[in-house]
């Protein structure tokens, strides 16, 4: 595989890119590489890696950013490997930079790949994608790489390209999915749910209607004025320093280079905007980015009527296999119907192995995993069984 660098995304062959991130998310696309280059914070380097095979074909790409620091809290390598390596080698690995691969935001990563590659050739490729990934991470001086909310496969595959060894691991958190495609209207969504849950979910639709709101849909561009507020004020509920003009900023970027694949549901009162829903479209998936509510109104179920209730009942799922609902309010979207999946995080040893822990790798796996159904399995509609979630 001849694997080539790009440090900008402007020179990026969007097309051979993109031809790789038709099965995968939103946030792997060319779209958000922009995004992610304009958000890096100073003395962070970003560069993008292609496999081409002997035709000259691309096959898979990944992604690569180097930090002095972490660039977010959940981002933070030496916190995860607590307790798994030695004392010696955390607080060494915890005053170096770090590189992380497949993407440092959004909490989804993804090694893309064109659709039609054979098991072989996505191993050849990513086999030369992992070397690279690792020269770039010895140039910033890395103590470790790491690649987050990565799906099952891709977090075996690119273990396996680092070597088992000496590669940590973990399973890291939960997604959550409606899946929308199956159900064409809200009569079949509702009798999908478990019996006890139906009153509730009807209530929930009925006196959102009987408020008088309404919902319509529009492309972010459009409305980045008017949802920064909304969006502020989530944020700030949930404790973030996030001002109207920091959300402008960010929904401005985001509608300049997604803004052709953007959906957003704008939810008004009378005209006046009650909240939002943006998301993104990537084939036959959505993907629910953010949210923003107005909380000098009533709530009425206005989250879920924008998530779920409105899509089903206009009948998304003809054409959306699934809506990516992120991280969290895990046993509210549960119990309207959201499936969970999974997601890992790979740590591979840059300067020096990790040296970790294969049994306390293990217990830590089980225990979060058992601990994440032992609180939220109840609500999974046909059930839940972790042990599948062990690697």
């Given at each position: 595989m001849d694997v080539r660098p790009y440090d900008a995304v402007s020179d990026l062959p969007v097309q051979d890119w993109d031809s790789l991130t038709l099965g995968s998310t939103i946030y792997s696309t060319a779209g958000f590489q922009a995004v992610r280059q304009e958000e890096l914070p100073d003395g962070a380097r970003g560069r993008r890696f292609i496999a081409y095979?002997?035709?000259g074909v691309a096959t898979s790409g990944l992604e690569a950013y180097t930090f002095a620091a972490p660039p977010h809290g959940l981002y933070t390598p030496a916190d995860l490997l607590q307790g798994l390596i030695s004392q010696?080698?955390?607080?060494?690995?915890?005053?170096?930079?770090?590189?992380i691969g497949a993407g440092w935001s959004e909490f989804r990563g993804q090694f893309v790949h064109r659709p039609e590659a054979t098991p072989e050739q996505r191993a050849a490729a990513l086999e030369g994608l992992a070397a690279e990934m690792l020269g770039f991470a010895k140039e910033a001086e890395a103590s470790v790489l790491a690649y987050y909310y990565l799906p099952r496969e891709d977090a075996l595959d690119i273990a396996r390209a680092h070597g088992c060894d000496d590669t940590v691991v973990l399973y890291h958190d939960v997604e959550t999915l409606l899946?929308?495609?199956q159900w064409r209207d809200l009569d079949e969504y509702y009798a999908w749910l478990p019996a006890g849950r139906r009153p509730r979910a009807r209530r929930e639709v009925r006196n959102f209607k009987a408020s008088g709101r309404t919902i319509r849909e529009v492309p972010l561009p459009?409305?980045?004025?008017?949802?920064a507020p909304l969006n502020s004020a989530l944020m700030r509920k949930h404790g973030h320093a996030y001002g109207v003009e920091k959300a402008r900023e960010v929904y401005g970027r985001q509608g300049r280079?997604?803004?052709?694949?953007?959906?957003?549901?704008?939810n008004e009162d009378e005209g006046r905007p009650v909240g939002f829903a943006l998301r993104y479209r990537q084939r036959d998936m959505l993907w629910a980015r953010v949210a923003g509510f107005d909380y000098s109104f009533p709530n009425m179920?206005?989250?879920?009527?924008?998530?779920?209730?409105?899509?089903?009942a206009q009948g998304v799922g003809l054409s959306t296999r699934a809506i990516h609902l992120g991280l969290g309010t895990f046993q509210a979207k549960l119990a309207r119907g959201a499936q969970p999946n999974p997601l890992y995080t790979v740590l591979v040893g840059v300067d020096q192995p990790l040296m970790a822990d294969a049994d306390a790798v293990r217990g830590r796996n089980r225990t979060e995993a058992e601990a994440f159904g032992a609180e939220y399995g109840q609500y999974v509609v046909g059930g839940l069984n972790t042990e599948d979630w062990l690697l």
């Open positions: 095979d002997a035709a010696e080698r955390h607080t060494h690995l915890a005053s170096r930079p770090l590189a899946p929308i495609g459009e409305v980045v004025d008017t949802i280079h997604l803004g052709d694949v953007s959906t957003l549901l704008l179920a206005d989250y879920f009527n924008l998530v779920f209730y409105h899509p089903i």
